[in-house]
């Protein structure tokens, strides 16, 4: 077995890195020569390393001949302009996946790292379900799931494309606010507290990915990736403050707060020419009534890969932020 992964040295694939380095196995990873390797720097000398960029898959053909699996993590989650989450989302996977076609008679499996935003909004009552309608609610989540097509349509090895809910955990960085505002005492809010959902702990997501690639399964399936708890922001915020040993107070904002915040940050995004998360469409995303994965077939699939409670995963993150300095 020989795996081919994308996006190694990012906040996902890090940890997916590190599962599969716990058994030994072997593995090609696709860097960019700007990548910056700190997370994976102790894996280096036992892996075989391209490098390369998705927009040219081209580079990984010398390598192609012994690989057996591939993850695609590698994406774009932020971008000056849309058509940068498209090229690096939708076209960067058809790429990826003619190159996996033309060695099709040797790859055995494709694991395709997708998001829930790809899929339709749910709440606790009505979780999305793999099979619904998708219906992305920003531009992130459309180029997504373009991807998703792209594999669907196209790919013709074994393919298991996961659907993550928000991940958080060692080396994030899109939680981080949220860590910094609870060890101040305080965190926002948005619209009541009453967003509810779904996550999953990194390490976790990393056990999923290696399910993926070693249980038995034919054919091609979307598989919602989260833990069975469901919480609603202001639990979040509330647990997050917990972590930090503060009994936080919560600053309650209205999703207008919210909707501005977005705005500022787009505009200066493209003034100062750095990416962010935060553009003008994220906030139909961020602001939708929940994000609940259903994970009945996760679990028949793959079994139980993403027990950690969020109590405890939150507390695990807080402890890595610390000693890493990042707060
Ligand atoms: N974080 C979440 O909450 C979350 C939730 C659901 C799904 N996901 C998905 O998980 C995956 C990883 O996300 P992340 O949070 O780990 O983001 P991240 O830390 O920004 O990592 C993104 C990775 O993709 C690589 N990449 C981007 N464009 C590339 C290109 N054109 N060619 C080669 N490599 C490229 C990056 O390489 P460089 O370092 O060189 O830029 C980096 O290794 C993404 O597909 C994302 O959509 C994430």
Redesign the pocket.
Known sequence: MKVLL????????SHILDRLRQDGMAVVL???P???TRFIVSHLDAVEVVRG???NPGALAPVMAGVTHVIH?????KALHEEGLFA?NRD?TTGLIHLVNEHADHIERVVH?S??AAGRSGRAEQPAHEDDSPEPLSAYGES?RAAEEVVCRHCRVDHMILR?A??YGPR?R?FLPLFAAAAKGWAPVFGGGRQELSLVFAPDLAAAVHAALTRSFSGGWIVNAAAAEVVTSRQLVLEVGKAAGRRGRLLPMPWAALRLVCGIQAGWARLVRRPTVLAHRKYRELSAPGWVADTTRLRSLLGDVCPTRLADGLERTWQWYREAGWL
């Open positions: 994308t996006g190694a040295n990012g906040f996902v694939g696709l860097l960019r700007s990548s910056d960029d998705l927009a993590c590698a994406g774009a989650t690096a960067g790292i998001s829930l997504k993550p928000a991940v994030d899109e």
